[in-house]
């Protein structure tokens, strides 16, 4: 079955500890990207990835960092989480242009106290 | 960045027809328009896309005026299930190798009554 897949699905952790949040697809696409969704201001894309080794940052990048070492797998990390890190983020990726329509992973809730 | 509006909310009744424009006044030459439906806690759902003009499929119709500054999703007969946010999406075209932001606007939350 064709899926985006993110780990975990729930997170609640401190201020300053780093985490790590993975998103595997399986479709062999090329583009890959990172949302945040908070309530009042919809989806804001933070990183995209146009192919491996090839990162460039979205709307809202502070505070977070990617990599693309596999073509399948863009994991998002946030070195130093703050509370204002606290949101509901989604992984997607499709084909490349980017215009083809993303396939979005189920969501990781994360809650920096 | 191509900026999108599109209304905070609407309310619609089972059967009728809906209409969710959305605004887009700097899209590039090499963008498309694409639509998304988001129900609560899950990841958004592709529903249509187009260039230009009409596009139709077994769910909605997508109408973009010949200026392309605007998008009109049409959803023919909503039942209760179509209760959800709808978001209207267009590229950041700078050309084949260039930067590929893409920009989600705040969405449009349709509540369908029975």
């Known amino acids: 079955e064709a899926q985006v897949t993110q780990n975990p699905r729930y997170l609640i952790t401190v201020t300053g500890k780093k985490l790590t949040v993975t998103c595997s697809q399986n479709m062999n696409h090329e583009y890959m990207s990172w949302y945040r969704q908070d309530p009042g201001l919809g989806l804001r894309q933070i990183y995209y990835?146009?192919?491996?080794?090839?990162?460039d940052k979205g709307d809202v990048p502070e505070g977070y960092k990617v990599s693309r070492k596999e073509k399948r797998n863009f994991p998002l990390i946030l070195e130093s989480p703050s509370p204002n890190q606290t949101s509901l983020y989604f992984c997607?990726?499709?084909?490349?242009?980017?215009?083809?329509?993303?396939?979005f992973g189920d969501g990781t809730r994360l809650s920096i106290l | 960045l191509a900026k999108t509006t599109q209304p905070i909310s609407m309310d619609s009744y089972e059967g009728q027809e809906v209409n969710i424009t959305c605004s887009h006044n700097n899209i590039a030459t090499n963008d498309y328009i694409t639509w998304y439906q988001q129900f609560p806690s899950q990841g958004p759902r592709f529903i249509i896309q187009g260039y230009k003009t009409k596009v139709t499929n077994e769910v909605a119709s997508l109408f973009i005026p010949a200026d392309r500054k605007s998008s009109t999703l049409s959803l023919p007969r909503v039942s209760l299930s179509d209760t959800a946010v709808y978001y209207c999406l267009v590229g950041d075209g700078t050309g084949d190798t260039g930067r590929r932001a893409l920009t989600f606007g705040s969405g449009t939350r349709l509540q369908v009554q029975p």
């Open positions: 990835s146009m192919n491996v080794e090839v990162t």
């Open positions: 997607a990726s499709s084909l490349f242009p980017v215009d083809q329509p993303q396939h």
